[in-house]
C-alpha cells in the first residue's frame, strides 16, 4: 500500500503514469507509478501560491464546492487551476506559472482537450477557453464562447465528447446544453417531483456524471454530511436515487454505480436505474472516511480512504459484482 496523508482528493494523470493527489494544506502531490503497479511512490510536490480556496464557504456566500473542480490537467503535468481569490485562473507547467485575471470568482473548471477547458463563475456564467501555451513568453489565453447559464453560482459541471453536450448546475437546477453553441437542451431540477419542504432549501448539488449508457447521475448534498444520489435520463426524468451518506460515487464501464459509505467503512456496486444495492463490502472494519474513487480499466478501483492510521491509497480489483482486494 501506498500510505499518503492529508489526501481530500485524487486523480490520475492523463498519461496513466502519474496520481495527483490534493492535500488539505492546499498542497498537491504527484506520485508515479512504479514498474510493479502495486503502488505510486513520491516524485514530487506542485509548488505555487496558496491564495485559493478548496473549499468556498465564506461570507461571500458562495457553496460548499468539491475538490475535483479545482483544477484540470490539459496534457501531461500541464494544469488549469481556478478559485483564486482575485477572480484569476492559473496555467501550471514545468519550471513556468502564468495567471489570467478575470472578470468573476471562478468556481469550478473542467478538460475538454490538451488546448481547451470550460469555467464556471460565481455568477452563473459558463464559458470555453483555448489556451496557447507553446512559447512560454507569450501564452494566450481566448475565449471562444461564453454564456449566462445558471441564475447563480455554478457548482458543478459535465462535458461528453460522445454526446456533443455539457452540463452545468447550480444550487438545485442543471442545464443540458449543446456544447457547440451552448444552445439550451432541457434542465433538470432536483425538487420538481418532490414535495415542497424547508429542508429543500439546504440542498445542493455537488458533483456530475454522464455514464456510458447516456444516465445523468447527480449528487446533492442535503446538509451534515448526508447525501443523496439521483439519476435522469438525458429529457430531464427522474428514474431513481439512493440516499445515505454517500462520501463519493464512481461509474463503472458497464453503467454500475459505485458508492462509498465512510460511516459504515462499506462500498457498495448499485443498480444504475432502480438503484438497489448488488453487492456491498466492507473495506474496513471501523469507521472511516473515503475520500475518492478513481475506476479504469480493466477493473481496477483506485481508492482513497482514512483510518487510525493515516490516509492511504489501496488498489481494488472488480470482477463482475464482486469486489477483491488487489493488493
Given at each position: 500500500e501506498s500510505f499518503i496523508y492529508n489526501i481530500i482528493y485524487f486523480r490520475k494523470s492523463l498519461s496513466?503514469?502519474?496520481?495527483?493527489?490534493?492535500?488539505?494544506?492546499?498542497?498537491?502531490?504527484?506520485?508515479?507509478?512504479?514498474?510493479?503497479?502495486v503502488e505510486y511512490k513520491y516524485k514530487r510536490k506542485i509548488i505555487f501560491s496558496k491564495n485559493y480556496l478548496l473549499f468556498k464557504k465564506t461570507e461571500y456566500g458562495y457553496p460548499i464546492l468539491k475538490p475535483k473542480y479545482l483544477?484540470?490537467?490539459l496534457k501531461e503535468e500541464h494544469f488549469i487551476f481556478c478559485r483564486y481569490l482575485d477572480n484569476s485562473i492559473?496555467?501550471?507547467?514545468?519550471?513556468l506559472e502564468s495567471n489570467f485575471l478575470l472578470d468573476s470568482f471562478v468556481t469550478t473548471i473542467i478538460r475538454i482537450d490538451e488546448r481547451e477547458f470550460i469555467t464556471g463563475d460565481s455568477k452563473g456564467k459558463l464559458i470555453h477557453w483555448r489556451i496557447n501555451f507553446d512559447n512560454p513568453l507569450k501564452i494566450k489565453l481566448?475565449?471562444?464562447?461564453?454564456?449566462?447559464?445558471n441564475n447563480s453560482s455554478i457548482t458543478a459541471i459535465a462535458y461528453s465528447n460522445r454526446l456533443n453536450i455539457v452540463i452545468s448546475a447550480d444550487k438545485a437546477t442543471a442545464i443540458i446544453r449543446s456544447f457547440n453553441d451552448f444552445e439550451f437542451l432541457t434542465y433538470i431540477n432536483i425538487h420538481d417531483e418532490e414535495i415542497a419542504s424547508d429542508d429543500n432549501n439546504n440542498e445542493l448539488i455537488v458533483d456530475i456524471k454522464i455514464s456510458n449508457y447516456d444516465f445523468i447521475y447527480l449528487l446533492i448534498n442535503k446538509g451534515n454530511n448526508n447525501y443523496k444520489l439521483k439519476g435522469y435520463s438525458l429529457n430531464g426524468i427522474c428514474f431513481g436515487q439512493y440516499e445515505e451518506k454517500i462520501t463519493n460515487f464512481e461509474l463503472t464501464k458497464g453503467g454500475k454505480v459505485l458508492v462509498g459509505l465512510a460511516h459504515m467503512g462499506m462500498v457498495l456496486v448499485l443498480d444504475p436505474i432502480d438503484f438497489?444495492?448488488?453487492f456491498s463490502r466492507f473495506i474496513?472494519?471501523?469507521e472511516c472516511l473515503f475520500y475518492h474513487f478513481?475506476?479504469?480499466?480493466?477493473?481496477?478501483i483506485f481508492f482513497g480512504l482514512k483510518d487510525e492510521e493515516g490516509s492511504k491509497i489501496r488498489l481494488i480489483k472488480l470482477e463482475q459484482n464482486e469486489i477483491k482486494f488487489f493488493i
Open positions: 496513466k503514469n502519474n496520481l495527483y493527489c490534493i492535500l488539505n494544506n492546499k498542497e498537491i502531490e504527484i506520485y508515479q507509478k512504479d514498474s510493479r503497479y483544477f484540470c490537467e492559473k496555467l501550471v507547467m514545468p519550471n481566448k475565449l471562444i464562447k461564453k454564456i449566462n447559464s438497489h444495492v448488488l474496513i472494519s471501523n478513481y475506476f479504469e480499466k480493466p477493473n481496477i
